[in-house]
């Protein structure tokens, strides 16, 4: 039996084994399982390893690990090791570990469908390790970017400093990276001034649990299109399933 799994802090609401288990019926593939591995700290991912020693092949990675497993890992793919996140892990043979980053090939094939870019400046919304992974594409995608966190640095800006100035008026592409607003705390968002929003807004919200986020519905409400997080899960799932079996 083949082991994959998904580790993380919290993953009863998670989209990964479901697909999976379908995944391996209606594709006939056999002697695979994929299962939900919550770590309450990142440190117990060797025992997770040390347990299924024998059979465990590939590892998802989500909040709020991405960055963290990176100490955990033999070897890095370049993707990853320029992103700075991990989100996939393939488990050789002989027990050795190494990281990928698929959440980029994810984002940007689902970010590309159906919108024109051109001319667009983001708002990144969130730092976590999923965020270094938008900025990735974004840069490759020479779409200029601004990212956004709770305390300003030298690099984000805050979400205070948003209200009253221009950056919502002048970053058409909104992309939101953090967990708010994933069941079952539906009814939370990130703080922006949702009055500036038009209908030359596009949002992206990597939450897919609910379809559409009370963040997303700030946008419809205003005219703007808007985008979850499923697709960008399938392709992130599907680049994840190739790198096990390559």
């Not at 390790?129 to 990212?147: H, R, V, Y």
Request: glycine letters at 8%; charged letters at 25%.
């Amino acid at each position: 039996m083949r082991q994959f799994g998904l580790i993380g802090k919290t993953l009863k609401h998670s989209f990964s084994k479901k697909y999976f288990s379908e995944k391996f019926e209606n594709e006939e593939i056999a002697n695979s399982h994929y299962e939900l591995f919550e770590l309450a700290e990142i440190s117990e991912i060797q025992n997770l390893i040390d347990h299924y020693s024998d059979s465990l092949a590939g590892l998802n990675v989500t909040i709020p690990y991405k960055k963290e497993v990176m100490a955990y890992l033999d070897k890095l793919d370049p993707k990853a090791e320029e992103i700075g996140a991990v989100n996939t892990i393939k488990i050789s043979k002989e027990g050795k570990l190494k990281g990928y980053n698929t959440d980029y090939l994810g984002f940007i094939d689902s970010l590309q469908e159906g919108w024109d870019l051109s001319g667009k400046k983001a708002l990144v919304l969130g730092t976590g390790g999923a965020s270094e992974a938008i900025k990735k594409a974004l840069t490759d995608l020479n779409i200029p970017f601004q990212s956004v966190s709770r305390k300003a640095s030298e690099s984000n800006i805050s979400y205070e400093d948003l209200n009253g100035k221009n950056w919502v008026h002048t970053h058409h592409l909104i992309i939101n990276t953090t967990p708010l607003g994933t069941y079952p705390d539906i009814e939370t968002k990130p703080f922006l001034p949702y009055d500036q929003i038009t209908d030359r807004h596009l949002m992206f919200d990597l939450v897919y649990n609910p379809e559409v986020t009370a963040f997303l519905q700030e946008g419809l409400d205003r005219g703007a299109k808007i985008k979850n997080g499923h697709k960008m899960l399938i392709g992130q799932a599907e680049a994840s399933w190739k790198i096990w079996n390559d």
